[in-house]
């Protein structure tokens, strides 16, 4: 199936902005590899004008993989390309003099500034917060780090690097993600910088409503494995009601039953149907309606005294049919969905209606590519995907041309190599 949306754009420098609710909201982006990233396209995705500030060698990520097969110039791979759409790069020595004044003159006009070094390093270049905010009074300044900022609260691994792993590791959710009690399992996706990554966004936007309204930014602190944390919310209510800390449990939820994975003929499935309404539909639509008043199942509480009962009866039933059988039994009639791979998400209507499915232009491959679309819609001021991942540099002369910088000046910053003017071929 071809995917839903269609982003159109030049090979050159790009100057299409999305039109949305943050039309309007200016973002330096300093961010590097996924949690930052992430956090920033979600606002570029709403129309937000981000301005991705790159080092003159350009983030790394961009060397990351995987790389399309007829790609001929391998300026950027797919990791990069998914998590950098709807921005502009300005490319930056931050470390030079010119290039500090520089990025000092563009804070004064920013709303918001987002980076994700460790701690310290932005003190280091001379641009910490203090300063940055010494220029712009209702600047909103967000962070984001493993273990958060010691402005808002000295983590005692404050200094220590973390990525996607470490926070899943220690914000719990590997603790409870497993086969059985004794394995833990790192989670597919790197939520240990999505989930962070999207609490940077709302917290960014809470900050510039707060702005708006006072005139006065501030600092927003996001850890990472603060967040993870957070997205396990369950196992600190269990440990504090239960006084018993929570173990992998496995495809099946701890209090619900059933509400898991079974297997299919050719896959998996997965039901939920541990209400007694909802249960009595399940046990109707195999046709075992002696399972609504046996005394292994009749009750929630009896459901989850029998689990292994439960999850045997009906495996015994979902093993026997394919997952497009057992959708055309469920489907719509007790909460079920299959186990799907990519392949069966290309395939799948609702994503093409829903638009989660975009094609961008890709330099240096002869077709396009297939990106994940914005899962937040609204019917006033629906966000687009407008352009593709930028060139480094490929922005600098039009970002510093809106922005007030004059021409003659970004003339003296390209021969210093202050900055990095970029025109792709």
């Not at 309007?24 to 982006?29: A, E, I, S």
């Not at 707060?210 to 440990?239: F, N, P, W």
């Not at 041309?401 to 000046?409: L, N, P, S, T, V």
Request: charged share 20%; proline share 7%; aromatic share 8%.
């Amino acid at each position: 199936m071809a995917p839903a949306g269609d982003a159109r754009g030049n090979a050159g420098a790009m100057t299409l902005k999305v039109s949305g609710a943050l039309e309007g909201l200016r973002v330096l982006d300093l961010t590097q590899m996924l949690a930052g990233p992430f956090a920033t396209q979600m606002l570029a995705d709403q129309g937000a004008d981000v301005v991705k500030v790159e080092p003159i060698e350009g983030d790394t990520t961009r060397r990351v993989g995987p790389y399309r097969a007829d790609d001929k110039i391998r300026l950027f791979g797919g990791y990069f390309a998914s998590v950098n759409r709807n921005k502009r790069s300005l490319s930056v020595d931050l470390k030079s003099p010119e290039g500090k004044a520089l990025f000092l003159d563009l804070v004064a006009e920013a709303d918001c500034v987002v980076e994700n070094f460790r701690a310290g390093v932005m003190d280091r270049l001379g641009l910490g917060y203090e300063l940055l905010a010494s220029v712009n009074p209702r600047l909103v300044y967000t962070s984001i780090r493993g273990f958060g900022d010691p402005r808002c609260g000295r983590s005692p691994y404050c200094e220590f690097p973390a990525y996607d792993p470490v926070a899943q590791a220690m914000g719990g959710i590997m603790g409870i993600t497993g086969p059985d009690a004794a394995t833990p399992l790192k989670v597919g996706p790197g939520i240990g910088d999505l989930v962070p990554a999207m609490f940077a966004a709302f917290g960014t936007l809470a900050a510039v409503w707060r702005a708006g309204r006072t005139g006065k930014g501030q600092y927003v602190d996001i850890a990472m494995v603060d967040c993870v944390l957070s997205l396990c919310e369950r196992i600190v209510h269990q440990a504090s009601f239960t006084g018993r800390p929570p173990r992998p449990e496995g495809n099946r939820h701890p209090l619900l039953t059933p509400f898991g994975l079974f297997p299919a003929a050719d896959g998996f499935v997965t039901l939920a149907a541990h209400t007694d309404e909802f249960w009595a539909t399940l046990t109707n639509l195999i046709g075992r309606a002696d399972l609504i008043s046996d005394q292994r199942t009749a009750t929630l509480d009896a459901r989850n005294a029998n689990r292994d009962f439960v999850y045997e009866t009906l495996s015994a039933y979902t093993s026997s049919r394919t997952r497009a059988e057992l959708m055309s039994i469920f489907g719509g009639k007790t909460p079920f969905g299959p186990v799907y791979f990519a392949d069966d998400i290309l395939a799948d209507p609702h994503f093409a209606v829903r638009e989660m499915l975009v094609s961008v232009e890709h330099p240096g491959a002869a077709e396009r590519v297939t990106i994940a679309g914005i899962p937040v819609r609204m019917t006033g001021t629906p966000g687009r995907i407008v352009r593709r991942a930028p060139f480094v540099g490929e922005d600098t002369r039009a970002v510093l041309a809106e922005w007030g910088i004059a021409e003659d000046r970004v003339d003296r910053l390209a021969d210093s190599g202050s900055i990095r003017v970029h025109t792709p071929n």
